[in-house]
T-cell receptor, first 110, second 112 residues
Framework: DAKTTQPTSMDCAEGRAANLPCNHS???????VYWYRQIHSQGPQYIIH???NNETNEMASLIITEDRKSSTLILPHATLRDTAVYYC???????????FGAGTILRVKS | DVKVTQSSRYLVKRTGEKVFLECVQD?????MFWYRQDPGLGLRLIYF???????EKGDIPEGYSVSREKKERFSLILESASTNQTSMYLC???????????FGPGTRLTVT
């Protein structure tokens, strides 16, 4: 599975969009980009995934560059409850394992 | 609402004790996992199971064993707990193919 690089931490004002970047320059053609988050003292939670098209669900949007070497997770109106560690994971669909890196600590501030 | 539950949120055990961590999922998932999470090391896979009575070693299986006698239940066993097994333990499950992995709330184990 391809390696990902994320900033260690980011701050965002409450009500503003939070844009979390992820670099995955060695991604293969059959690898998807997955995002999970982990709120303090809870288990990780799935957010969204995509292959090459932009994706949107009730939680977030995922923007993947045309060359697929990077992506951005967008939380359109961040709230204090979105404060969490956000993990970008690249892997083939299916299989058994998710490999979690260090992630990005997002702090939403009022 | 999908659910993965773990038997305890907090557990304190003594060195050398045998420790059982239980995980139950109500989603009829084939695949179940045990991770541990430590500061600076992220989540590391201990063991996983893709069917009843089947198990596979993850990245750090030493000092642990698992049991899956029923589809919904996956147990992690520390045969003789040691202080370096103090950690947050997370159980997870998913159906095939893996898209969304569901996690339990975690068990914070302290071995003294």
């Amino acid at each position: 599975d391809a390696k990902t690089t994320q900033p260690t931490s980011m701050d965002c004002a409450e009500g503003r969009a939070a844009n979390l970047p992820c670099n995955h320059s060695t991604i293969s053609g059959n690898e998807y980009v997955y995002w999970y988050r982990q709120i303090h003292s809870q288990g990780p939670q799935y957010i969204i995934h995509g292959l090459k098209n932009n994706e949107t669900n009730e939680m977030a949007s995922l923007i993947i560059t045309e060359d697929r070497k990077s992506s951005t997770l967008i939380l359109p109106h961040a709230t204090l409850r979105d404060t969490a560690v956000y993990y970008c994971i690249v892997r083939v669909k299916g299989g058994n394992k998710l490999v979690f890196g260090a992630g990005t600590i997002l702090r939403v501030k009022s | 609402d999908v659910k993965v539950t773990q038997s305890s949120r907090y557990l304190v055990k003594r060195t050398g004790e045998k420790v059982f961590l239980e995980c139950v999922q109500d989603m009829d998932h084939e695949n179940m996992f045990w991770y541990r999470q430590d500061p600076g090391l992220g989540l590391r896979l201990i063991y996983f199971s893709y069917d009843v009575k089947m198990k596979e070693k993850g990245d750090i299986p030493e000092g642990y064993s698992v049991s899956r006698e029923k589809k919904e239940r996956f147990s992690l066993i520390l045969e003789s707990a040691s202080t370096n097994q103090t950690s947050m333990y997370l159980c997870a499950s998913h159906r095939d193919p893996l898209v969304e992995q569901y996690f339990g709330p975690g068990t914070r184990l302290t071995v003294t």
